[in-house]
């Protein structure tokens, strides 16, 4: 079985370790999307955002956030140094509206308008160390949400490009990012299920919302030795996918645990 797939072993090693922890720690389903709002957005969010940096040195979410990683995410079995580091050092609540910051930091999704949430924490967390993004590479999100998923992936890979259905969505999660300084990222309002082919291939490709099955549009946008996590299924019957491409273009599929995600919405509907 050695030199099955001629790719970095360090990816293989990584997917069977994650299926442990979260074996060992339950079955983590969570509601994407749901919660909804059908609020408008905030336009207060956005420039209150200007002025991220100044707040940053008087940050009063700091403790909230360091206790957020040891008691949802360590604790969970997330092991990455650097994935800790990142979400230490991410401002999650400016990726909520005003009014809801109070929960930014808690053990659950929270609501951001338009029928959508930022995603649970450890969600977050589990989702990327499965990824695996590193320094050197293109990864592609499909559903930005606020944002907050592509600020993590923007500290640990590249490039990032990532894609809202939601122009609304799509729009405030551009103007966020850009005044964080998150600079290499990329967004883009349009239907994800057909990918992002002007920037393709992508070593690696993350998912937020379930397809009935994957998009064959995302698996043509893998490059060889790339990786895709992505939730599979009809509602309550899914399962979170991690899907590996190997020097010769075959692919790869392991299950790694239940999960409940909105299904992935096609343009125009």
Same mark, same amino acid.
């Given at each position: 079985?050695?030199?099955?797939?001629?790719? &970095?072993?360090?990816?293989?090693?990584?997917?069977?370790?994650?299926?442990?922890?979260?074996?060992?720690?339950?079955?983590?389903?969570?509601?994407?999307?749901?919660?909804?709002?059908?609020?408008?957005?905030?336009?207060?969010?956005?420039?209150?955002?200007?002025?991220? @940096?100044?707040?940053?040195?008087?940050?009063?979410?700091?403790?909230? @956030?360091?206790?957020?990683? @040891?008691?949802?995410?360590?604790?969970?079995?997330?092991?990455?140094?650097?994935?800790l580091r990142v979400l230490r050092a991410t401002p999650r609540h400016f990726f909520v509206p005003v009014a809801d910051r109070a929960m930014a930091y808690e053990d659950?999704?929270?609501?951001?308008?338009?029928?959508?949430?930022?995603?649970?924490?450890?969600?977050?967390?589990?989702?990327?160390?499965?990824?695996?993004?590193?320094?050197?590479?293109?990864?592609?999100?499909? !559903?930005?949400?606020? !944002?907050?998923?592509?600020?993590?992936?923007?500290?640990?890979?590249?490039?990032?490009?990532?894609?809202?259905?939601?122009?609304?969505?799509?729009?405030?999660?551009?103007?966020?990012?850009?005044?964080?300084?998150?600079?290499?990222?990329?967004?883009?309002?349009? &239907?994800?299920?057909?990918?992002?082919?002007?920037?393709?291939?992508? &070593?690696?490709?993350?998912?937020?919302?379930?397809?009935?099955?994957?998009?064959?549009?995302?698996?043509?946008?893998?490059?060889n030795c790339g990786r895709l996590v992505v939730p599979v299924g009809r509602w309550l019957d899914q399962k979170l996918i991690v899907i590996e491409k190997d020097a010769?273009?075959?692919?790869?599929?392991?299950?790694v645990g239940d999960v409940v995600f909105v299904p992935l919405r096609p343009g125009g509907q």
């Amino acid at each position: 079985m050695a030199g099955r797939w001629q790719c &970095d072993a360090r990816q293989r090693s990584g997917v069977a370790g994650l299926e442990q922890h979260y074996n060992n720690a339950g079955r983590f389903a969570v509601t994407e999307r749901l919660h909804g709002l059908s609020c408008p957005r905030n336009p207060s969010v956005i420039l209150i955002l200007s002025v991220a @940096r100044l707040l940053a040195a008087a940050d009063p979410y700091s403790a909230d @956030r360091e206790r957020m990683v @040891r008691e949802q995410i360590e604790s969970r079995g997330i092991r990455s140094a650097e994935l800790l580091r990142v979400l230490r050092a991410t401002p999650r609540h400016f990726f909520v509206p005003v009014a809801d910051r109070a929960m930014a930091y808690e053990d659950h999704p929270v609501p951001i308008g338009y029928g959508a949430t930022i995603s649970q924490p450890y969600v977050v967390a589990w989702m990327t160390e499965l990824l695996g993004p590193q320094k050197t590479d293109h990864v592609l999100e499909i !559903g930005t949400g606020s !944002g907050y998923q592509a600020a993590v992936l923007a500290q640990l890979a590249g490039r990032v490009y990532t894609m809202e259905i939601v122009p609304e969505l799509a729009k405030s999660a551009r103007d966020l990012l850009s005044a964080l300084g998150y600079s290499n990222v990329t967004v883009r309002q349009g &239907d994800g299920s057909r990918g992002w082919p002007e920037e393709a291939p992508f &070593d690696k490709i993350m998912v937020t919302a379930a397809p009935p099955e994957v998009p064959q549009a995302l698996l043509d946008e893998l490059a060889n030795c790339g990786r895709l996590v992505v939730p599979v299924g009809r509602w309550l019957d899914q399962k979170l996918i991690v899907i590996e491409k190997d020097a010769r273009g075959r692919v790869h599929r392991h299950a790694v645990g239940d999960v409940v995600f909105v299904p992935l919405r096609p343009g125009g509907q």
